[in-house]
């Protein structure tokens, strides 16, 4: 995307968020072998999230930010996300839960971000999440103040290299004593996998239409 305006790249992508999305096509290029192979489906104990990926302009180029997760006792310990969580009743939607979790988790001054669309709603069997991907943009770079309870650290990623085909793998991964084989991008030494990976696989796709 070096070249293309911030303006020009926010346009492109709010007008194709409201086009038919690649949804299971796209995610499907990202999942583990564990995901299809346990078969675990949504429940009545089934909870709703929404995590927020946010662009905004800097140095000449177009970033967003991920988010590691601090080491604690839960299935997602010490994994790459994006900023967010769940649902709380608080929140008219999950759009407002996005930008919420993404204000106390990392600091983002919700009223200056610009949503763009949706992505698909993606579940989440370890956890038993429906997760909804909010887009969005800010016109500035923002000041990270990550909560330490909840990010152990903000990792910035300009648009280029995720679009850079060489830096997605696939090897096996131990996740609580269990093995399974895992496509992943790397990313400034850090392996983005899971869910996460698969939002960003569609998002991409998405971008690249």
């Known amino acids: ?4 305006s911030f303006h020009t790249f926010s346009e492109h ?6 086009k038919q999305l690649p949804g299971e096509a796209a995610h499907q290029k990202m999942a583990s072998t564990a995901r299809y192979r346990l078969g675990i489906k949504p429940n009545e104990r089934t909870r ?15 970033y967003l930010p991920l988010i590691l997760r601090p080491q604690y006792d839960g299935v997602h310990a010490g994994q790459m996300a994006f900023p967010g ?15 919420r979790e993404a204000q106390e988790e990392v600091g983002i001054r ?9 992505l698909t709603e993606l579940y989440i069997p370890p956890s038993n999440f429906y997760v909804q991907p909010v887009v969005g943009v800010l016109p500035y770079r923002p000041d990270f103040y990550p909560d330490p309870r909840e990010v152990e650290a ?7 290299t995720l679009l850079d085909e060489t830096i997605v793998g696939d090897s096996q991964i131990e996740v609580r004593g269990v093995t399974i084989d895992a496509p992943f991008y790397q990313i400034q030494g850090y392996r983005v996998w899971g869910a996460t990976a698969m939002m960003i696989s569609e998002l991409l796709m998405v971008i690249d239409s």
């Open 110 to 118: 919700v009223s200056d971000v610009k949503v763009l669309g949706l």
């Open 154 to 160: 903000v990792v910035e990623v300009d648009l280029d």
């Open 13 to 18: 992508l709010h007008q194709r968020l409201q």
């Open 48 to 62: 709703r999230s929404a995590v927020l990926i946010c662009f905004y302009p800097y140095q000449n180029s177009i």
């Open 1 to 4: 995307m070096i070249g293309t």
């Open 85 to 99: 969580g769940r649902m709380e009743r608080i929140d008219e939607n999950l759009t407002r839960t996005a930008l």
